[in-house]
């Protein structure tokens, strides 16, 4: 944590200096603009209400699932039936906020998704929600979540998360998983298919089953660390290390992209 707070600092001088250079330099005749760069999260909600609202639906033509919330946590898993079944924790500083908020599922297409609905004066930071998911093998989920923990587990299908400020764990996947992490640690572990990994200010390890096909890595660390077993041929230069590689065919990409982290890629054989 203190090294992602140096890191944190770094960056922000550095920008606030860039920025400064390229739009407040001082002109003739013309006042110096003032340039404020902050960056924090927010402080987690003291809850002191809570509600459950459960959802169920048959599959039918739907095809994708988006979960979108903050604080608490989100556990998703593969189900072995066609119904989706969502538990949603609603979480308040409140009763009375308790009553303004729910979770809405709206359905569009062939896309179904559920977030937060919060009255008219309320803050977003004053409410949370955590999910409870099992879906139907095979379906798109997107999770974009901040501020607590997402779990999923022997899922079957196409993943993306989207966090900030999360500790994320991933174990057992068959399909093809997307993330763009920032602020969190990240733990993927028995992933078969391919892989896209954005990270910032994060600590991520993967491991990688053996699959036909192969993988193709391409892996690109600025400022960070990257280590494991990955059967890939690194190359540092000043602050960026760059990997690449591929076993059997090289069918399945694994692309890689880390600022201000630390990166584990290890391959089971």
């Not at 400064?20 to 110096?32: F, I, T």
């Not at 095979?138 to 989207?162: N, P, T």
């Not at 764990?169 to 028995?190: I, M, P, T």
Request: net charge negative.
């Amino acid at each position: 944590m203190r090294i992602r707070r140096i890191a944190l600092v770094t960056l922000a001088l550095v920008s606030l200096l860039f920025i400064l250079d390229l739009r407040c330099g001082p002109q003739l005749g013309q006042e110096q603009s003032s340039v404020r760069f902050d960056v924090r999260p927010r402080l987690p909600i003291e809850s002191q209400a809570s509600k459950t609202q459960r959802f169920s639906r048959p599959q039918g033509g739907l095809v994708s699932l988006v979960l979108d919330g903050s604080y608490g946590t989100v556990q998703i898993k593969s189900g072995t039936g066609e119904e989706l079944l969502v538990s949603a924790a609603v979480l308040a500083q409140t009763e009375e906020d308790l009553e303004r908020v729910q979770v809405v599922e709206t359905v569009t297409d062939s896309e179904i998704s559920y977030g937060l609905a919060v009255s008219d004066g309320m803050l977003p930071d004053q409410v949370g929600v955590g999910y409870q998911v099992e879906v139907p093998a095979g379906m798109e989920v997107a999770v974009q979540y901040s501020h607590g923990k997402v779990e999923i587990e022997d899922f079957v299908g196409y993943l993306r998360l989207v966090t900030r400020f999360c500790s994320v764990e991933v174990r057992g996947l068959a399909g093809s998983l997307s993330v763009d992490n920032q602020f969190g640690n990240l733990k993927l572990e028995e992933i078969a298919g391919p892989l896209t990994l954005d990270d910032a200010f994060a600590t991520s390890t993967v491991q990688l089953l053996a699959i036909d096909g192969g993988y193709d890595f391409q892996i690109e660390v600025s400022n960070g660390t990257l280590s494991g077993d990955a059967p890939v041929e690194r190359q540092a230069q000043r602050d960026m290390i760059t990997a690449a590689g591929s076993t059997g065919a090289g069918r399945h990409p694994v692309a890689i992209r880390s600022t201000f982290g630390s990166v584990t890629v290890n391959l089971e054989r």
